[in-house]
């Protein structure tokens, strides 16, 4: 690479914690098969990311009741035990993470697609969420990936270079729009440790 990379920008979903609402529903519904179709059909990815975008819970489950009323209890649940569709944490991936905000080479941020409304307890249930030299939260900016506004903002925000800069997801079309806008990119799959992906880039060396 003819540039260093002196700054690392972490999505946190599926590549700090594991957060899937299958966690959640498996224990709604009777059988696997009817919740990953209340999840394909109901409350759907394209139904949820407009609450990371920044509309209002209430008013996601308001629209989402109207379309299938029979399911108002399941609906509601989406948010109410939203806290149980986390697994835990990707410690691998953390530990990285402290590796690279305790080094003074290394300014390190996130960005990352997150209801406004609960990102307070996001930093309850994960306090390493604080650690970053500074994090973007797409609900509270009204925009999210993979649109180039989020991008350009956190280039603007904390005066980055994006030569200068690894952009890590676990979202192949947030990588590219990273990419788009001129950041170095690696898509994180789990198939392999994050450490070693990095590693291309120079990083510790």
């Known amino acids: 690479m003819s540039y260093k990379i002196d700054t690392i920008i972490f999505d946190l979903g599926g ?4 957060w899937d609402p299958m966690n959640l529903y498996k224990k709604v519904f009777s059988s696997e098969e009817k919740a990953r179709w209340f999840l394909n059909t109901v409350c759907t990815p394209e139904w949820n990311i407009e609450q990371d975008g920044g509309r209002l819970i209430a008013d996601a489950v308001e629209l989402k009741v109207s379309e299938y009323p029979e ?6 649940l989406f948010y109410q035990r939203w806290k149980e569709m986390f697994t ?3 410690q691998t991936n953390i530990d990285l993470q402290q590796q690279l905000i305790n080094n003074p080479n290394y300014k390190v941020y996130a960005l990352t697609n997150w209801s406004a409304e609960k990102w307070d307890i996001a930093l309850e249930l994960f306090p390493f969420f604080k650690d970053f030299d500074g994090v973007i939260v797409s609900g509270i900016e009204k925009t999210r990936k993979p649109f180039d506004a989020i991008y ?3 280039l603007y925000r904390f005066h980055i270079n994006p030569k200068n800069a690894l952009f890590i997801d676990d979202n192949l079309e947030n990588v590219n729009a990273a990419k788009r806008n001129k950041l170095n990119a690696i898509q994180f799959t789990g198939n392999e440790l994050l ?9 510790f060396t």
Request: glycine share 8%.
């Open 88 to 90: 835990g944490v990707i």
């Open 71 to 76: 399911y108002k209890k399941e609906i509601e």
């Open 152 to 154: 350009q903002l956190i």
């Open 195 to 203: 450490a070693g992906q990095i590693s291309e880039f120079n990083i």
């Open 15 to 18: 590549v700090l914690v594991d």
